[in-house]
């Protein structure tokens, strides 16, 4: 058993290496990160007209980044709040280039785990990766959004519905699952319909769990590294630059990774499948052949009833006439 895990094992690792996946996940946590700073002057840019303030978005902020950031983060957010308003279109072109580009590099490294090789039009793959990077931008600002008013949002809810109490305890309680949840349907989908070929969702599950549950892992293990480790601080206001890098790289990695496990393991994946629906069939099958030798009793019953008392039939059949 531990030899033929060890087998897989290197098997896979050498089928990794033979797609370059370090370089489409670099490329992709490359502009991605160029993408940061433009979002953040369009963030800053869009939230005068919501009920969010600056500090909001500071706190939300140092609250998702290491204690050695949170000065560079405030001063970042102050100059960015306070000139993004005339720099918004260039700040909004250069963050969908950007984050475009790195949407792109996602798209060539889904494409090359697949083993299928892009056809479709530029334009159209651009369209594409700027529609993902909107729908990216959106979903942060609603995550900002939730993650200031959240606690408020909760309390109206509760005030309105109180029968809603035992479902948000459980939520509170249980929140690393929901995250867990989302971040499930949002890998299954990434991969999906982002490669160029058709794909079953149902196939996409076990990277995309896989996925969720090692990006999480990591994110909290890398923070915690951060947070309490000493050895970076020797190179000042560098290393945020060079952490934020390294997490976006290995967050990367580990979604190409899951997307490589479906392909790895896609005829086990559908001999379980087909397993599992023929063992359906067989149930509704026995099903019907329980329900028709039911119905054959049932007749045979009633036919012993006219054989035992055949006067009472003729009766019957009188006064019906």
């Known amino acids: 058993m531990l030899r033929t895990i060890i087998s897989i094992w290197r098997d896979f690792s050498s089928q990794m290496k033979k797609q370059n996946i370090s370089a489409y996940a670099s490329s992709t946590a490359f502009f991605l990160f160029l993408s940061v700073i433009p979002m953040l002057m369009v963030v800053c840019a869009v939230i005068p007209y919501t009920p969010v303030t600056e500090q909001n978005l500071v706190t ?5 980044t290491p204690d050695i950031a ?10 960015v709040y306070e000139s993004s308003v005339g720099i918004l279109p260039v700040a909004l072109i ?16 889904l494409n090359a785990v697949n083993g299928v090789d892009e056809k479709r039009n530029y334009f159209v793959i651009r369209f594409i990766a700027s529609f993902y990077t909107l729908i990216m931008l959106v979903v942060l600002i609603l995550s900002l959004f939730f993650m200031v008013f959240g606690n408020q949002l909760v309390d109206i809810a509760l005030h309105r519905i109180p029968q809603l109490q035992m479902f948000v305890s459980l939520l509170m309680n249980f929140r690393f699952l929901f995250v867990w949840a989302v971040l499930i349907l949002l890998f ?22 896989f996925a969720a549950v090692v990006w999480s892992i990591f ?3 890398f923070s915690m590294y951060v947070s309490y480790g000493n050895g970076y601080s020797i ?20 979604i190409l990774i899951g997307a490589y496990l479906n392909r ?18 067989l149930a509704r099958e026995n099903r019907r052949r329980i329900r028709e030798i039911k119905k054959i009793q049932r007749r045979k019953k009633h036919y012993t009833e006219i054989d035992r008392d055949p006067k009472g039939q003729d009766e019957n059949l009188t006064d019906r006439n």
């Open 60 to 64: 939300a902020l140092t609250d998702v």
């Open 70 to 79: 949170d000065a560079m983060v405030e001063s970042l957010v102050v100059d």
């Open 94 to 109: 250069a963050m969908v280039w950007s984050a475009a580009k790195g949407v792109m590099a996602l798209m060539r490294g």
């Open 188 to 209: 299954g989908l990434i991969y999906t319909y982002i490669p160029d070929t058709k794909l079953k969702f149902t196939e996409q599950v076990p990277g995309a769990c």
């Open 219 to 221: 994110s909290w293990g």
């Open 235 to 254: 190179y000042g206001s560098l290393t945020i630059i060079v952490i934020i890098m390294l997490w976006m790289y290995f967050c990367m990695y580990i």
């Open 264 to 281: 790895y393991f896609r005829p086990v994946n559908r001999v379980l499948v087909n397993h599992a629906s023929s063992k359906s069939e």
